[in-house]
């Protein structure tokens, strides 16, 4: 039998413990820095704490990567779920017991890559309020809101569809996106893989290849993101996509490729006039997602 402890076990501390997570989570000290509003200098000096209290290193550090250790890696889990009941308890207290339903629209691009674990965040610090979303286009979202379908949808503006009374959430650039080590752009007519009539981005990319004069063929078409990804992947055709989702695989290609400027696109909020407290609650939310995402160039 093991010996009694003389001594108390240390306690670790929560706001070493969520730096140690964002660390785990972004794979950089300066990126997880920001998100914790703390400066890298900061940061390293809770890590360096947290190695003395556990008489372990957590991080292998070299001059290009941050990875956890096998020691990291079993701490990870522990961290998320301190952190997942410190946030349970707080907000018992804190955080009033807000109760309903919210329906919210989205992009099929943004409701693949970034709704989904915007509403895991929701649901934890507002586990009762119920969230309904729908999937849709933009013109076709914006109806719904109008035709007071949803309380809050997120939609992509465009200077066809400028929408000038939503609210701005991110602006970034269009580009033309090609298979890493590809061809397609080198082929005459230029195979295009595109959504359905009536998306923003679809029409955007068209207008630019007329301006250019290129000669195109709309080789591809579906509702959903995903298709124009597979096409491009497979190195079938290009295809318009905001910069920040560029896979591992993909390239993008400029003028010195033969491909027109998109210029820039904007993500933009309705929140319906009438807000109950769990739809201010949830666009407050959303709200908070972009802001992250600003700041240090990461969804979570």
Known sequence: MNAPLNHPLPLLDLDVLRTFVAIAETGSFT??????????????????????????????????????????????????????????????????????????????????????????????SHPSIAVDVVIDQSANLRRRMDDRELDITLVTKSSRNPMNDAEVLLTEPMVWAGAKGGCAHLREPLPVSLWEEGCAWRAGALDAL????????????????????????????????????????????????????????????FVTHEASAPVKAAADHIRATFEVYSETGRWF
């Not at 809770?46 to 290009?64: C, H, N, W």
């Not at 096409?231 to 905001?242: E, G, N, S, T, Y």
């Not at 896979?247 to 993500?267: F, H, I, N, Q, R």
């Open 31 to 124: 990126t997880a820095a920001t998100a914790v509003f703390r400066t890298p200098s900061a940061v390293s000096m809770q890590i360096k704490k947290l190695e003395d209290i556990l008489g372990r290193s957590v991080f292998s550090r070299d001059a290009r990567s941050v990875t956890l250790t096998t020691d990291g890696e079993m701490l990870l889990g522990y961290a998320r779920r301190m952190l997942a009941v410190n946030r349970e308890a707080v907000s018992k207290f804190i955080i009033p017991d807000i109760s309903g339903v919210v329906r919210i629209g989205s992009p099929d691009d943004y409701g693949e890559r970034v709704l989904p674990h915007v509403l895991k965040r929701f649901a934890q």
């Open 210 to 269: 007329g301006r250019e004069g290129r000669n195109y063929r709309v080789a591809y078409m579906s509702a959903h993101t995903a298709g124009q990804r597979a096409a491009i992947m497979a190195d079938l055709a290009v295809a318009p996509l905001p910069k920040s989702f560029l896979g591992c695989d993909m390239v993008e290609l400029t003028a010195k490729d033969g491909l027109p400027d998109m210029g820039t696109y904007s993500l933009a909020m």
